[in-house]
């Protein structure tokens, strides 16, 4: 097993910036893809990127892309997630998951932990 938290999150104006991380314990860290998702209030949670095992591949939401980056180091067994630009949108809950199998899936599903999540709010 691995056990993720979420740190990072708060209250940001409209352009601003704010850096997620997800510290992991437990399981040899780089045994799993890494996965940012979020739920905003009344919403399903929503996949917001994924990095891979070795952090050699990428993917984002097409509203994520440009503004946000994800990484990670293997060696603090931390993902990080910098995020710019905000905008209110992005108003959510953020989680970091952990997923076993795949080493780059888009869905919730296939993640098998989850972190308690981090609150961002985005402010006009």
């Known amino acids: 097993q691995v056990q993720l938290v979420e740190s990072g999150g708060g209250l940001v104006q409209a352009g601003g910036s704010l850096r997620l991380s997800c510290a992991a314990s437990?399981?040899?860290?780089?045994?799993?893809?890494m996965g940012w998702f979020r739920q905003a209030p009344g919403k399903e949670r929503e996949f917001v990127a994924v990095?891979?095992?070795?952090?050699?591949?990428?993917y984002y939401t097409d509203s994520a892309k440009g503004r946000f980056t994800i990484s990670r180091d293997n060696a603090k067994n931390t993902v990080y997630l910098q995020m710019n630009s905000l905008k209110p949108e992005d108003t959510a809950v953020y989680f970091c998951?952990?997923?076993?199998?795949?080493?780059?899936?888009?869905?919730?599903?296939?993640?098998?932990?989850w972190g308690q999540g981090t609150q961002v709010t985005v402010s006009s």
């Open positions: 998951a952990a997923d076993e199998d795949a080493d780059g899936s888009t869905y919730v599903p296939v993640y098998d932990y």
């Open positions: 437990g399981r040899t860290f780089s045994s799993y893809a």
């Open positions: 990095i891979s095992r070795s952090g050699g591949t990428a």
